[in-house]
């Protein structure tokens, strides 16, 4: 592909001509800067992400921001800071949302053994606790194994996002992602139910 880019005369290009070229329609040279940059911002959303596959969404994410936000670069030459910090942004603002729904799962945790706690009194909400308990158990077992090893270790064995870490040999930040997919996958398959 390089050799495409040398033939047209894109690769000797200094950052700012291909962003003043990019700006006026010219995909190829944003095609260049991209393809000069991309281990770079790979590397950096591994720092944060510690997944391949997340920090290649992480990064593909941050070049659309960047192309659509091109024309507000005032340095041009600086394209590949700019770009850096596009990604280290959206790394940092899916990390925080990961946390904030770690955060309510476990409050919907706390809630559900309160309600359980008081209904435990009622004979009809046994079979309804039962019923439910069977669905959860039917849609955990369904996920793929890494999402089902971390959800039975948080949700059902009450281990901490460090503890799972520590059993699973990850990070608690892949703990956290996992947890967070997981979620999503559930509340999916419990929805049809």
């Excluded at 936000?69 to 770009?83: D, S, V």
Aim: glycine share 6%; net charge positive.
């Amino acid at each position: 592909m390089k050799e495409w880019f040398k033939q047209k005369g894109l690769a000797g290009e200094k950052d700012a001509g291909l962003v003043q070229k990019t700006l006026k329609g010219d995909n190829r040279a944003f095609a260049e800067l991209v393809g000069r940059y991309y281990r770079l911002y790979i590397s950096v959303a591994l720092g944060y992400t510690h997944e391949a596959d997340l920090a290649e969404d992480m990064v593909q994410e941050g070049l659309v921001d960047m192309h659509r936000a091109l024309h507000t670069l005032r340095e041009p030459e600086k394209f590949a800071a700019w770009g850096e910090t596009i990604v280290r942004r959206k790394c940092l603002s899916y990390l925080e949302k990961v946390k904030n729904e770690i955060k309510a799962l476990k409050e919907y945790g706390r809630e559900a053994n309160r309600i359980r706690e008081r209904g435990s009194g009622n004979p009809n909400s046994k079979g309804l606790e039962d019923e439910r308990k069977t669905a959860i158990i039917k849609a955990v077992s369904g996920l793929p194994r890494k999402y089902r090893e971390v959800s039975v270790l948080f949700y059902f064995d009450q281990l901490t996002a460090n503890e799972i870490a520590d059993r699973l040999n990850i990070t608690s930040e892949s703990v956290q992602i996992r947890l967070f997919r997981a979620r999503k996958m559930l509340k999916e398959r419990l929805s049809r139910n």
